[in-house]
Nanobody, 122 residues
């Protein structure tokens, strides 16, 4: 079993910053690509950023420049640094990852955590 736990969300004032963390644990052989998604009530889930195992990154164009994704392979972790936050960023953030479970040779993208809530308000 593989678990993903997001953390770092909370209440922040407009224009403020937060850093989200996601830790992968359980029985797995390796982690390939790691991602951040977010979803607001009544809206479709949207991809925020992706970081590949080699370090290449992708950002949603509308968020590029404000958000920065990074990873720490020794900690099986991925991070999302967010700056200049506004009300539109008040959503639930997830960090699905491409994981090869122990005992398997195939990558799985089926592992999602509970998410961490970001609320931008004065």
């Amino acid at each position: 079993q593989v678990q993903l736990v997001e953390s770092g969300g909370g209440l922040v004032q407009p224009g403020g910053s937060l850093r989200l963390s996601c830790i992968v644990s359980g029985n797995f052989r390796r982690i390939d690509d790691m991602r951040w998604f977010r979803q607001a009530p009544g809206k479709q889930r949207e991809e925020v950023a992706t970081i590949k195992q080699g370090g290449n990154v992708w950002y949603r164009p509308s968020l590029k420049g404000r958000f920065l994704i990074s990873r720490a392979d020794a900690k099986d972790a991925v991070y999302l640094q967010m700056t200049d936050l506004g009300p539109a960023d008040t959503v639930l953030y997830y960090c699905p990852a491409d994981v090869v479970p122990f005992g398997s040779s195939s990558v799985s993208s089926a592992y999602w955590g509970q998410g961490t809530q970001v609320t931008v308000s004065s």
